[in-house]
């Protein structure tokens, strides 16, 4: 059993800052990639960032420049540093893991979420 916990949300103002973070606990040896998604109210979740275990990243050409996200290996965690924010990125933010399960194999877990509200 693999679980996900996200901390860190909240509200915000607008050009403020918040850092999530991401617990992996459970059955497994190590993790692959690490992220986070969002999903605004009536929109669809899109990937926002990823950081591979030797610590290769990417971001969402909407995030660039303005989030960080880094990782700790020793303690399963993975982190989202959120500057300038916009009223835009208020969405909820899921963390996501990618653990292998077999020989060539993985399996994909997220997180419950963790809700970040810019507003004025």
């Known amino acids: 059993q693999v679980q996900l916990v996200e901390s860190g949300g909240g509200l915000v103002q607008p050009g403020g800052s918040l850092r999530l973070s991401c617990v992996v606990s459970g059955s497994l040896f190590s993790i692959n990639t690490m992220g986070w998604g969002r999903q605004a109210p009536g929109k669809q979740r899109e990937l926002v960032a990823t950081i591979t275990r030797d610590g290769r990243t990417t971001s969402a050409d909407s995030v660039k420049a303005r989030f960080t996200i880094s990782r700790d290996n020793a303690k399963n965690t993975v982190y989202l540093q959120m500057n300038s924010l916009k009223p835009e990125d208020t969405a909820v933010y899921y963390c996501?893991?990618?653990?292998?399960?077999?020989?060539?194999?993985?399996?994909?877990?997220w997180g419950k979420g963790t809700l970040v509200t810019v507003s004025s």
């Open positions: 996501y893991a990618r653990i292998p399960d077999r020989p060539g194999g993985y399996m994909d877990y």
